[in-house]
Each structure stands twice: as C-alpha cells, then as structure tokens.
Nanobody, 115 residues
Framework: VQLQASGGGLVQAGGSLNLTCAAT????????MGWYRQTPGNQRELVAT????????HYADSVKGRFTVSRDNVKNAVYLQMNNLEPEDTAVYYC?????????WGQGTLVTVSS
C-alpha cells in the first residue's frame, strides 16, 4: 500500500490550504493517520493525527485552533485543513499512517507561506 499526498502550494500569510492523503488500497485499514512536517536542517515534527477508529485527534500546540485534521474511512484518506497560515508553517508536509506498529509514509508536499 502507498500513501499519496497532494494539496501543497504557495499561499500568502493568513491564507488557507487543504492537504489530502489517500491510501492506494482502501481495504488496508490503519489505526492512525495524520501529518508531519519538516524544514531543512530540522527533524520531522508531528502536526496532527487522527484515529481511524475513534473520535480522538491530536495537534501540535503551534497549529491548534488553525489546523483541522479529518478522515474518510471509506476512501481510507486523511485531510488537513490549514487556515490562517503563517510563514513559520512553511515546510514539506508528510502524510503518515500507523498499523500494528508499522509506520507508513507518503511523499512530501511542499507548503510555502509568504509574508
């Protein structure tokens, strides 16, 4: 199974973007899906995750109130609605998924926020 991410781009500060990540196999069920991000020279950091089985979700403090993670169990997909974007949100965003202790990663999608 592969994770296919899309939706990155260039946006001005205060703007919005919506990222999409879908698994190529809709029958391959994950426990958790979500998003990480990485900037040059830094470690990959968690942005938001959502359980695919319960209503539970988690956010990095830096994005709380601005980003919303959601899921579609039928499509085996996860979304990240990013509002009120800041230049500090500029990064490569990676979709991830977890199943029975195994982490899966999608390709990165670049988000650039201009000031």
């Amino acid at each position: 199974v592969q994770l296919q991410a899309s939706g990155g781009g260039l946006v001005q500060a205060g703007g919005s973007l919506n990222l999409t990540c879908a698994a190529t196999d809709t029958a391959f069920r994950f426990n958790v899906m979500g998003w990480y991000r990485q900037t040059p020279g830094n470690q990959r950091e968690l942005v938001a995750t959502i359980s695919m089985r319960t209503p539970e979700s988690h956010y990095a403090d830096s994005v709380k109130g601005r980003f919303t993670v959601s899921r579609d169990n039928v499509k085996n997909a996860v979304y990240l609605q990013m509002n009120n974007l800041e230049p500090e949100d500029t990064a490569v965003y990676y979709c991830h998924a977890l199943r029975i202790g195994t982490m899966y990663w999608g390709q990165g999608t670049l988000v650039t926020v201009s000031s």
